[in-house]
């Protein structure tokens, strides 16, 4: 990705700064937000969020190859080509469903990642709605866990969403959990309830 040149975008009013081999940019734009062009000159980026107000702060900072334009898909030709050899699409480890998170703290609904989450990268996963987007757009069958500590009510909208998002009549292949490391890595897998259902 060196020496792409790069589109940053925000909306709301404050200041942000992009970091490469201890060089600055900054921009500002005191109502509207604002844009400026980069050119990557290695494999590492830092954004900062140097100030922003509290009554419109910083939101949607986009770091976009200006090679895809102003409005590009969610998904890039390339990566979607490279998913063609692929039937179906598996993303236990996508929606943060690991080792380290099984069995240990209540996953609520309203806490999920949304498309509007500062980061798609945290431990809380993608945003499903993303996932769901993947499926159609690469034409693939979808695999995605139900978290292990998902409440009921995180169960029935999960349910819910899938259900007005896709083409019902379309297989999907449902996982509690990460059922692998429910059943065989996870140190109290012998009194997960998990563990006896399968066993």
């Known amino acids: 990705m060196a020496n792409q040149v790069f589109n940053v975008k925000f909306s709301g ?13 900054l921009t500002w734009n005191n109502n509207l937000g604002g844009q ?3 050119t990557l000159t290695n494999q590492s ?17 986009t770091v976009i190859p200006a090679s895809l334009g102003n409005d590009p898909s969610t998904y890039t030709t390339n990566f979607l080509n ?9 993303t236990c480890f996508w929606q943060g469903q690991n080792l380290q998170k099984s069995g240990i703290s209540l996953q609520i609904w309203n806490n999920r990642t949304v498309i509007s ?6 431990s ?33 909208k999960m349910a819910s969403l899938f259900a ?18 429910v059943m065989n890595d996870f140190p109290d897998a012998k009194t997960n309830p998990v563990f006896t259902t399968f066993m």
């Open 36 to 38: 400026f062009t980069l």
């Open 124 to 156: 809380s996963g993608v945003a499903l709605e993303h996932i769901l987007e993947l499926e159609t757009a690469a034409g693939v069958t979808l695999w995605p866990c139900i978290p292990d500590t998902a409440d009921s009510n995180y169960i029935t």
């Open 117 to 122: 989450s500062s980061t798609q990268i945290s």
């Open 82 to 90: 490279y998913l063609k050899p692929f039937q179906i699409l598996r």
């Open 164 to 181: 007005s998002s896709r083409d019902q009549n379309k297989m999907m292949y449902l996982e509690y959990g990460n059922v692998y490391s």
């Open 13 to 25: 009013s404050g200041i942000i700064g992009v970091s490469q081999q201890n060089q600055f940019n």
């Open 45 to 61: 980026l830092f954004v900062y969020i140097y100030n922003t107000d509290s009554s419109n702060p910083v939101n949607s900072i």
